[in-house]
Structure formats: C-alpha cells, structure tokens
C-alpha cells in the first residue's frame, strides 16, 4: 500500500480509493485494478510487509523434499533439474520478493502484475515456455452458509510449477501434499503439469461443498417462504441470490479457462493429463448448473415469498372484515335502542321500549343477525381458510 | 463408505459430508463430488456391501442365452466371441467387484469413477476401442407425480455391451430383453450398437410418461389457480418448477451426448444405427421442449397465482367498504339521538324526540340512506363482482 | 389402438396410458411417444379402423386427371410415369393400409412411424431418393379464437408427392387442387417439387388468419385490462399466452426444417423451386416474428392487469377511508354528548346539554368536522381519482 | 382490393378478412399475407386504383433532369444509358400499371409480390443483375409521440434505381433530391450504388428523431410514476412497450439485411459506397442499441409503476389506521358512560356519573388516550411518511 | 450549431431538433444523428466557436518535447519523423480547424464525422494507413455517483498518435503525459501503438472507481430497502439501473473494439503491444462482468423493495386489525347497556341494569373480552411481529 500511495503522489492524482478497504460486500464483485494511467507491470504491495512463506516440494520417481526457502534465489537451482519442483508462495509479501522472483522465474511485467495485484478474472495464458493459470478458490465459512474467496496463480514451466496464494493461512492442497509425501496414486509418476491439474481439480471439486450448503439453505427456505415468510427470509433469500452471483462470476471465467486448456492446450500438457482436466473441465460445468439451477430456485423463491406475503395479508383482511361485519350491526341494532324519542309524545315512538318482550326479541334479533352472518361466511369457506391460518 | 472414511482420515480431513445422506431434495442438484484432493480414480463404495447381481444375456440371429454370472471375470470368454454379449450389472456393490471388472474390460480409471460414483452428467467419452456413454433414467413415482431418477452407465464394446445400473430394483429394459427373447423386430440381426441404441432409447421414451403427469398437473392447477387459489397451490406450483428444474438438467445433457455420438460418432457405432439414433434425438429434442414448454407455463401460472390472490383481496376490501360504508352512516345517526340534549331548556334542543312522527322519520332517514348506498355500489357493479365471489 | 395394447401386454407393461384421450389441454404440448422400449417401426393405430381415402391427382402441362383409389397398390403404375402424381392420404386409417402403402412407397419403417405415429415435431428427413417432410397444419376454429391443428407429412419423391394427413374432414389445400384443376398460374408446367412448395406455402400461410385473430384478441384485452379487469380477463390472457405458445411450438421447427431444406436441400428439389421456398422460409420468419411479438404483448398485459387490480384496490381503500374517518368522528361527538353523567351533582357534569344553543352548536361542530375531513380529501385529490372511477 | 374479392371467390374461400381495415394497432405485427393458397405472384390491387406517380430523375456529373412519367413504358430509354435514372414510384397504383411494370425492369414474379404487397419484412435478395432491398420508413406523427410507419422497395440494376413507395404523400428523401439537384457533396459523380445509399441513410436517420420523441416520453413518465401514478400513466407505458416493439421488428431485419449487403454484397455495389455503407450499418446498430435501452426502461417503469401503487396504498391505509385507532377507543370510552345502569341501586353503579369531576375527568381520560396514540405513531415516523404523502 | 442550421434550411426541414438541449436524461441514449437525407461528411460544429487547443508532445527513447500548437498545419512536419507525435486535440473547436486537420492528417469523411459528430457508438476502423478508434471516456461526478462521459477518437497512424477529446476540461491521461516527461516505464523506448494502448488503458481503468460508487450504493440500498423502504429508494434503484444501462452501453461496444483489435489487428500494431491489449480487452470484460452483476442486484433490489413495501402493508394492517377487533366488540357491549328499553314494564327488560354488581359485572366482562382477544392475538404471534416493526 505504501508504495501504491507513493506512485499515487508521483502522478498527482487524488488518492481516492485509500478507503477502498472499509467496504465488504463491494469487495466480491469489483476486480483489482490499477489507478487510471498507472504504468503496467506496477505491483500494489506494501513494502514493509513481510516476504512470503516459500514451500519448495522437490519429487520424482523414487524420493520427495521439502524444502522452506529463504529467498526466491535458492529455487533456480531446482528449476532447471529433470525432477519436479512446487515452489508454493504462500501470501503476497512486498515488492522486493517479487522483482527477485521476476528475475528467477524470468516473469512477464504483466504476468507478474496478475499474480500479485489481486483479485484478477480467472484465464489462461500462454507465454511460450510457460503456461499461466489465475483461478479462484472457495473455502467454506466455518460455521453457517457463505465462503471466502482467494485467487491461486499457477505458473507452469516445463519442470517446475509456480503456485501464488493470495492468503498464507488455508488452502485445499493439504491432500495431494499427503499423495507427494506418501507415493499414494499416480501424481510421484508424472510431471509438474499433472500436479497443475491435481492442485486445480482440488481448486474446482472444494465448490462442492459451498454449493452443497446454498442447498440445505434453499430447501430450509422452501419451508419457511411458505408457512412464516418474514422480514429475515426476505434479507435471507437476496443474500443468497447474491453470493450465487459471486460463485457464478468466480466458476464462469475458470470452465471457459480450463476449455482453452483443454482445447488449444501448449505445449507444457501432456495428452494423457488433458484427459484428466477434461474430467476436472466435467467438474466445473456440474458447478455451474447447480450454481444456475439454486439461482432460478432463489428467484422462484423470491416470487412465493411475494406471494406468501399477499396471502397473508388476504388472511388478516378476512379476520377484520368477519369481526368488522359481524359487530357493525349489532353496534347499530343497540345505536337504535339507545335513541331518546320521546315514547310519551307519540304511540310511533320507539313503542318496542315499552314492550313486555322487548329486551329479549332484542338479543334475539341480534343474534339471529350475527348467526346469519357467520353462516354466510362459513359458506363461503372463509373459515376454513381461517383455520389453515391457525396450523402456521 | 467404509473405504471412503478411512480414505478421509488419511487425508487428515473433516468428514463433514457424513450427513449427507439425510438430504432429499437437495440431492437432485448437486452431483456426487469427491473431497477434494482425493486421488483421481478413487471409488466411493462401502467395501462390505453385497456384489452387484451381473446378468450376461449372449445373443446372435440364431441363438439366445441368459446366464447370472457370480464373478466379473466369468464374462471374460464372451468378450471376443462374434455374437453380441451384454453384461447387465444391477447394483453398485462394493470396491473388489470392480477393480476386477476394470481389468476384464479394460477400463480407464476415470471412466470406472464415472460409472461408479454417482450421479454423473450425462455425457458421452470416446476412448478408442470403448465408448463410454452415462445417461440419466426416470422412473414415475408409484403414485402421485414426480419421479425418480437413476443413472445408467453404458461401455460399448466391439462385440459387448457393459451396462451398469445404480439401483437394482427397477428399470425399463424389460420390452428391450423380451425382445432378444422372443427374436421380435431386428435386434438379433444387429450389433451392440443398435442394442445400446435400444437401451438409451427405452430411457429416452420413459421420459414422456413423467412429463404427461406433469402436464396433467399444470391443467388442474390452471383451474385451482384462478377459482380458488390457497397456500397448497402456491406449493404445488414451485415444486413442480423445481422438479421441471431437475429433469431439464437431466434431459439437456444427455441430447447433446447424443448429438455428439451422431456428428463425431466412433467407428463402433454403424452407419445405420445412427439414423436409428437422430430418431433418438428427435425425442431428446421433444422431450426438451416438453420440458420448456412447461416451465413457461409453470411460471405464467405464478404470475396468475399472485394476480388471483390480488383479486380475492379486493372481493374481501369490497365486502368491507360495503358493510362498513353501509352501516357507519346508520350508527351515527342512531348516536345523534341517543344525545341526552335537555329539550326542557330549550326549543332548539332536540325536538325531533318529542315530535309525533320522530322515529318513524328517524327509520325513514335511515333506510333511505341505506337504500342510497346500496343503489350507489349497485350502479358501480360491485355486486356483480361480489355474485362471481359467489360461484367459486 | 387395439394392437397397441396387444403389444403392451405382451411386454409385460402396465397399460397406464389408457386414459390419454381424455386429456385436452396437455396433448397440444406432449408429443407422440411409443410407451418405452417398443419396437422401432411399432405404428400406434386401431385395426378396426377404417381404411383412409386415397385421391390421387395425376397431371401434366396438357391434363390433370383425380382418381379415387380403393388400395395403395392402385398407386404404383403412376408413381414411375413422367406426370406428376399426388397421393393425397386422408385420415390415419389402420395398419394394413399402411404396411401395403410402406411397399408400394418403399417407405424406411422410422419414416412410416413419424407419418403415422402423430403428432411428431416438424422436421426435414433426406431419404436418399425420398425427401420426407413433416409439417403442421393449423386451422381456425369455426367460432371465437384459437385453432385446431393437425400434422401433415410429405414424401416428394422424383414424380410423384405423398401427403397423408391426420384428419380425413379438413384442410387448406383446395386452392392448390383448383389451381391445378383450371391450369391457373405456373403448377401444370412444374414438377413434384413445385407442388409440395405450393402445398407447404399454404400450411404456412395458414397461420396468419390465426395469428390475426390472436391480435385482434390481444387488442380487445388491452382495454378490458385497463378499464375493468375481471376474473374472466385474467384466464382469457393466460389462455392466449398458452396457446402462442403452442403456436410457437408448431412454427419454430417448421421455420428450421424450410431453413435445412433451402441449404442443404437434396437433388429432389431444382434451384428455382429453391428460390420459391426461399419466399415461403421469409414467411416462416414473419410469424414466428409476430408469435414472438405477441407473447411479449400478452405478458405485458399480465403486468399491466396486476398493476390494474392494484390500482382498483386502491379506489376501494380510498372510499373506505373517506367513509370511515368522516364518519368515525362524528359518531364519537354523538357518543360523547348521549353519556349519562349526572348534570345536577356538578357544574362540571355536561353543561352543555342544558345550554339553550347546545343541540345545534353540536350539529354545527359536527358539520364543520365533517367539512373540514372533505376539504382535506378534496385537495389531496382523492376525489377527483374518485371521478375518475366512476367512468368505468 | 376488388381484384383480390375476385380471386377470393374463384378460389371458394370465405372472404374472412374483409373487416381487416378496420383494425389498427395490430396491422403494426401483422405483415401482408396472401391468403393461404393463393397464386405465388398475385397483387393485392384495386384495378380502379389510380395509376402511381412516376418520377424519373436523370443526372451524371455534369446535368441531371426530372421528368413525371404518363407510363413505366416511358422509363425504359432510360434504363440503358449511362447515366443514373432514379425511378421514383409514389403509391401502389393499380395492377395494370405492375404489369407493364414487371416487364419494362424484367422483375421476377416473387419481387412484384413483395414490392406490392405490403407490408413485407425487410430483407435483401441478390437477383443476379438486380438487388432488390425492402426497407421500412417511420415518420414521426405530426403532434405527440409516436409514428407512421411505410414500406419503401428500392430495385438496383446498374444504372438505374426503382423505388417504390406504398403512400405518395410524404418521405424523407427530399434532401437527397435537393442535393442531386443543386450537385452538392459527391452525389452526381458516383453511381446508382451511391444513390440507394443515400435514400437507405435518409431512412435510417429518419429513425432517430422518433426514438428521441420517445426518449423525452420515458423522462416525463419517470417523474409522473413515482410522484403521481394514475391509470393513465399505466396506459403510457404500456403503450410506449407495444410501439417499441413494433420499431424494433421494423429495425431488426433492416440491420440484418444491411449486414448481408456489407458482407456477401454483389457486383452492384462498388467497394467504396460498402464504406458508406458500414457508416450506415452502424446507425441502424445504433438505433437497435437505444431500442433495446428503451424497451428496458420502460420495462423498469412497470416496475416502479406497481410499486409506487403500493406506496399510496401503505399511505392510504395509514391513514385509515391513524383515524381508527384514535377514534375507536375513544368512541369506546363515551359508549360506556353511555350505558344506563341505575345508580340507584347499588353504589357500584356506574358512580363516576355522580361525580363532582365526572365529565371533565371523562374528558382528560380521553385526551390522554388519543394524545398517547397520538405520540406513538408519531414515534414510529408515520406522520413523517404522511408529509412526504402531502407533497404529492 | 450555427451552420447546421444552415444547412436545414437549405434542405427545406423543420428545424425539430433545436431544443434537443434542454434534455439532459434522453441524451445518455441517443447517440448523434444527422439530421435524415443530411450529406454524408456533414460537421455539426458552430462556426464562431473557439479553435480547439491542440498540443503535441513529440518523443523518443533521448527526448520528449511539448509544444502548443496554433494551428493543424503546424504538425505536419512532426508527422513523418521517426520520434512518436501525439496531437492532442482538446474541444471540438469550429469547422475550418478540421477543414485544416483534414488535410494535414489525410482523414477520410467518414471518419472526420465520426470524430466531429459526437456521441458516437465506440468501435475500430482500418483505414489501410490509419487506424481509427472511437472510445468513451467516463469521470465520476465530483459528488455523488453518477458519471460523466465524453468521447475520445483516435486516429493511429505510423509515426503518430492524433486523439481529440470531446471537453477540453478534464482527461485521465495526465499520467500517462507523466510517465512520458519523466521517461518512467517503457512508454519513451515503444511507438504510437504503445502510446495508444497507455491511453486506452487509461479510459478502461477509468470505469473502476466510477463502477466502485455504484457497488457502494447498491450496498447502502440493501439496507434500506429492507429495512425503511421509501418513496425516494425507489427512485434511486431506478436510478441506478437506468446508468447502469447507459454504462453497459458504452462499454460493450468498446469491448468488441478491442477484441477485433487483437484478433484482425492491422499492422499498425506491433505483436507485443497485442500482448498489453489483451489485458486491456480483460480489463473491459472485467467491467462488463461487474456492470452485469450490478445490473441484476439493482433488478434484484426492486423486488426486495415490493416485497418489503406489502410487508409493510401487512404490519399496518395487523394494527389495525387488532384495535378493531379488540374495541368493537366492547363498544358493542357498551352499547347494549345504552340501549332504553323500559325496565319498569317488564322484568325481562335490561335486569341487568338494575342489578346491585350490575356495572362491575359489565367491566368483568368487557375485560375478559378483551383479553379473550388479546390472548388469541398473542398466540398467533401477531405482537412478535409486531415488535419486530418497532426496531426500524
């Protein structure tokens, strides 16, 4: 950040996006970009910050290493050797770091300006002798539904693979370090770019799990959009139309990336291992439908949920208007008794006050009058509808 | 699940997919997924559940046989003989069952995942001397609509066919195998190609009697919907939207596989049996625009659901503005003279109780004011509105 | 019918598509289908039907001679003479009929199972020397909107154009036979080509008169949904937006079968023909232009009745309102002075109703209540939402 | 008209679509359509028509002239020459006058028909040593939104351009004649390519002024929507959505033909006007482009429109709320000393009737009540909500 | 303006368009049109106007040379040297300026109106020895959201880099006019291509910090549409969704731009800078990517907001259907003991007045009632949603 907000002086423009941390929401959608104008290959580091953790897990045939390295110089020996060698950065780091491994790893500026200035549209490139990956992994929240998203670049040379994680702390590749390690499968047999695919098949198959728990969310909602829609459910079923928006704009880009991989494939990828991402490329587009398919279910959620709401309303209407017209005339039988005419002027004059039976054919009047009533809602069933308000 | 557990333990994973098994719904979308960081070719069986029953039915145009066979290797000598072998196995069964099965057949361990770890996409894999093709089965529910759906695995050989079955109840192969039987039609006369043929077209054609049970459905709902229109129809309408949902990502698919198999078909597929197959995909075709067809209907149905709840609640507003208008007017006139005003103090206070015809005007006014409203909500046609309210 | 039932029983199969005929609405959308895993070729027709009429016309540039025939096999001395001859087959008949017509014809048993077996979606099939044509026809009904449709399948070979038809009472071709009957235009001088174009151009032309009727529909709804929405109004733009879409069912593949019959059209078909049909596929492209632009319309009239309802409502509120909060104050003026507090313990006891002027100040301070309530609705406006609710 | 009753009888059809004139807003969706079986190349003409207006204008570099012609018969010495003859045919005129027509420019049965039969989709065909365009005019109404819409044929032959217009009163082609007359800009040193590129730019331009018409109609409704929506605000929108729709099925197929004119363009059109026009491609984009944002707009103001309804019904209730709920208790209130208890008879009667402060405590009661009512809406901000109601 | 008016008059039209100005929303979406039939090349400029200032830095890999020019001649010499020129046109100035520029730069026409006549729609146009590439700025408005947007045209040749710029006011290129001066990057050691791409890249970036103030305010929306819906966040959803439209309208057609750029690019365009645009063109997906997703939020937002509005309208109506219910009933008992039947003529009428617990009895039971109500209220859950609606 701090040589970003030097650059930012240098050119004399406002430093107007300092704030750009705050938002959380925002984050999901707006890719990294540069400030209008700056120059191309510029890294958004802080210069201060600490270097990298760097993993170096060397294997072939008959032995693995692992090796923690200092600085990015200690892996040149490695590349060029014929076993395969992971060099596995974990956090960003500072700048410093990174114009070493420029040099180590003889990146292009603007490969290097995708590995580090996050987060990036997953794709493909083909750099001749190295083939670049940029892809997007999901790690489920610890507890309830959601995810934290984090970009993991591959660089891909003939011996060596390059891995760039955006965060030190998680990953998804503690199972094919435990495959390298324990000679389990095939992956001590092969090259680096069978290790590409095990690493983004892990990438790709850790969606399933996001999307298994969008799917007890959505089937919990089914219920509650029905019998007790509330204000919760309503923030409840946007929230996850719009994390389905961001898994969609996360999966999209990487099935169209491991197509070209597949389709126009360099050099770097043997045919048997272009097999096996065809399977990984499977995996990606099942992703995508169940992502497609929990969006239209979301949406159709959306529409009961407006429609559960007018239901409700049409059942608390119903109750005001049997209570409202049931007691509106009664209140007016008992208005009409309760007048002062004069009975004494005149035999016309509210004779019933005097009448032995008065009082009672009253009562019997009004409750002829309410009874009619109630029957004639009981026909028309509003009851019953009433009653099915009551199993809520 | 056995396996499967212990294979997560080693991994140093959470088994946080235990539970899985209790989703019902929710399983219709997302399709089986390994861990992920599991070894390609991994199977997820429990390693003490029975073998799967293998039903071996050898046919040419003079003879036909029907042998149960205890162990995948009894299939072994039929594989190369000239007549036709289909190797039917009924149940997924457990680990060693089918790493035999790999070797008789020769299977690539990716295709025995897709076969094994259900459910897959439908799709169709050329792999040289095989071609493998997974499809998706429905069966109709016993009783009510919905159904339930099964994936059917085919491995199509020179001279065999390898179906494989999830569940070993049910499935529609029963006119297909009468008819190798009873030597009906031309089945003895062809290949493995045109008996696969008939296969996958069984599946297709079992598709219509499910989509007639919905089309059944979405005509009574069209009733229901306009006359009376209750919470249950609202659910009916979005179960039959999701379960429309399921099966177009089952039928979709699977069109294009047979797409492909016509326009890039293998050399095991013969030249007639293609025409055999565009008949086929002329019914995949129908069978998505069914499929369509009713999910648009499905989802006008909705938008009449909210506009006929709209339209009860303004019955019942109508209902109340009527009693309501009619009899607040009628009580405060009623409350006008029970006003204890003391006529003796003045001329001016409330002679009309002393007058002679004080009450009978007082019931003139009252009707007469009535009788006005009535006339005035007539003229409006609200009580038209309210004898359609009648016939519901 | 009879036969087919044979067939399910032989297969062991549950008869459960018996009560198909009684459905009306659902058959327009699901297609025919053989109950899965029937024989390919198996035709769906009662034996006991009677045979279909058989008129075939015979003509060439100097005569045109319409015979009558009693069997397909009285056929066959035309099909190979140089005149062109038009089978014209109307009604299904029963399957000895047919399997005598597959002879004479030389009909491929798929091809002779999409003629009978109705209704089949649209298509174009090239048959080497056959071209086979499925169409649908639509044709107006007697009274009121809405069609009634029906397929028509063509067979054009060299000399000679097979129609069969499902209905043997309608269809929309009289002009075409008249037209060869008096020589009119250029038909007498073309081939079995030109015919089948003349006869499908009719088929398309059909649909306008339809389509005309459905707008004019549409443009009687746009008032009723604006000035009186009903119940009624609601079904009847449900039911034209189903039935466009049947519509567009019948056109969509028609539109594609012309589109593959002017590209990659057979030998069958001479170029200028091709410029013909070419005219007939822009008329193809217009309906379904207007099917489209129609669909739009009538889903926009759903938006404009739910927007509607809820503009009524909002009149019923506002007069309910106006009532009520006129009202409700000054029946608690009424209320307050008929309360019996005793004015001879205090001074302070409802002086009021011993004043001289207090029954009419009374009036007057409920007049200029109620006053003040109209002149508050009055300048909101709400009145004049009220006239304009009377000129419904 | 009377030539086509004719042939309607000859042909024994029901002359249905006598009435056709009457309609108006759907003969914008309906194109012309002969009815079904009819000739291919008949003419929908009055024969007592009056013949069409025919202008020849003839200029090269260096003179141009215009001559009204008696007779088509007249153009033809013209045709040959050298120089552009611009054809110009104002009105369909009657069928004599297309006959001689046909045969003066050699026009192929199928282009008569689509030049006079209007209304035809626009489109391009490559006739060999003719291009035959059919475009769409609008002219915007004379007051208030909306437009006229006229179907304009252009016939390009290598040095003459036949354009045939369905009204002789107004088009948008002056300019162009100005600029032929007065040699301004390149128009006299090119072609007739140059000239149907010109009349085709006049007419595409002349789409902008209406959708600017409708443009300024969208703004006005944006405000009206949210601040006063009224049924007939609804009509607006509804109406703007039927007339943008019709201007897109006029725009669409003219950016389609004008593309294939770009693309597959034949001989008659020389490599330098195709750069023009490309120019007038991109408008015709242009106008697809604002077309679409409009339709989206005014498809976004349905939305408003229903939501802003229930704005004014929440606003409508809660004043019906407000004056309930402060009136109901207080009604209660002076009910109850209302009630007629004999005071006499037990000291529990009723004893605040013979208080001192019995009345006025009565009152305070009541005071109390509605002030605290009062103060707790006030506190829930629905007094707020009702001001912004005020300023309406 | 001046001279285009002119012009109208000379062509005889109504000069319709001459309050076009006043518009402010409308002219987002039309795009500049000449008025129909006007002579292709037409400037739409005022005469009078101010010349544009035009500045032109000249460098190369030693030195960089800013000079402001007086007019267009003075470029010429700089044209054709090897150094990079770019002539920065800042306004649009008058038309004989571009008479001038015209010939100095060999423009065709068509591109100089392309250039002039603004807006245009963004696109790329090979002119052999000239690229042309029109493009679309947007600055974000100094308060608020919201953007304003101006086009840039590019005119690449050789040796040169000619840009015009609609405002003179405000670019984003100043860094770019930085990194030149102060030789930073490898801007000085590339051609016009390099400089061009800089400057485009610019534009595109420009877009982040206007698309980041939407993501902010959709984020805000979020809350308030939930939780206080009103009038004024209705308009700000429209708001939003109509500049949305307008962005996603100037950035997809630049997208396509630069893809054609890349794919068929001309050779004006050296191999390597097609490496640095196809990060540009990944920026503009990227842009369209976030424009989308914030398109279906804000659609997203509108339901919620109908949604919350009938929750709203649910709360209302739940108060005052509880107050109704609650004080109806009591005031219809309190009325009952209004009423004046005669006690003394009959001891069947009204007892209860006379009884000793007589007015205690009647509380007793106006507070049962009550509570009766109240309880059944309770259990409904009614008050918990009705406390719910206490926390806005």
């Not at 410093?96 to 987060?119: A, G, I, Q, Y």
Request: charge should be negative.
């Amino acid at each position: 950040m701090m040589e970003r907000r030097l650059a930012a002086s240098e050119l004399a423009l406002e430093p107007e996006q300092v704030e750009e941390e705050e938002e959380s929401a925002a984050e999901d959608f707006v890719e990294y970009y540069d400030e209008p104008g700056t120059i191309p290959g510029t890294l958004d580091l802080e210069e201060d910050a600490l270097p990298p953790t760097i993993v170096l897990i060397d294997y072939n045939e008959t032995k693995a290493s692992r090796v923690v390295l200092d600085s990015p110089a200690a892996c040149a020996p490695y590349l060029d050797s014929e076993s395969v060698s992971w060099v596995d950065v974990m956090g960003l780091g500072n700048e410093s770091t990174w114009r070493r491994m420029e040099k180590v790893f003889d990146l292009h500026p603007l490969v290097l300006e995708d590995v580090v200035n996050v987060p990036q549209r997953p794709k493909v490139e083909d750099h001749e002798d190295q083939l670049v990956i940029i892809a997007r992994m999901v790690i489920p929240k610890e507890k309830g539904i959601g995810f934290h998203s984090e970009q993991v670049s591959f660089v891909l040379g003939k011996h060596y693979l390059l891995t760039v994680q955006e965060e030190p702390e998680q990953d998804c590749f503690q199972p094919v370090r435990d495959r390298i390690r324990h000679d389990k499968g095939i992956i001590r047999k092969r090259g680096a770019d069978y290790l590409a695919y095990s690493l983004i098949d892990s990438i790709i198959d850790g969606y399933f799990p996001v999307l298994e728990a969008y799917g007890e969310q959505i089937d919990q909602l089914e219920d509650e959009v029905v019998t007790q829609p509330t204000r919760r459910t309503l923030e409840k079923i946007y929230q996850i139309r719009r994390e389905l928006l961001a898994l969609r704009r996360a999966i999209w880009p990487q099935r169209d990336a491991l197509n070209s991989l597949i389709r126009d494939g360099s050099d770097l990828i043997s045919p048997d291992v272009r097999i096996y991402l065809r399977d990984c490329y499977d995996h990606a587009v099942q992703v995508m439908d169940i992502v497609e398919t929990y969006r239209e279910l979301s949406s159709g959620l959306m529409d009961v949920y407006l429609s559960s709401i007018s239901n409700k309303m049409n059942e608390i209407m119903k109750l005001l208007t049997v209570i409202s017209s049931i007691f509106i005339p009664l209140t007016f039988i008992a208005g009409v008794y309760g007048m002062n005419f004069n009975t004494e002027k005149s035999p016309w004059n509210m004779p019933e006050l005097n009448w032995y039976w008065g009082y009672p054919l009253c009562w019997a009047t009004m409750i002829a009058t309410a009874a009619g009533l109630v029957v004639f809602f009981w026909r028309r069933g509003w009851f019953e509808n009433y009653s099915t308000l009551k199993d809520d």
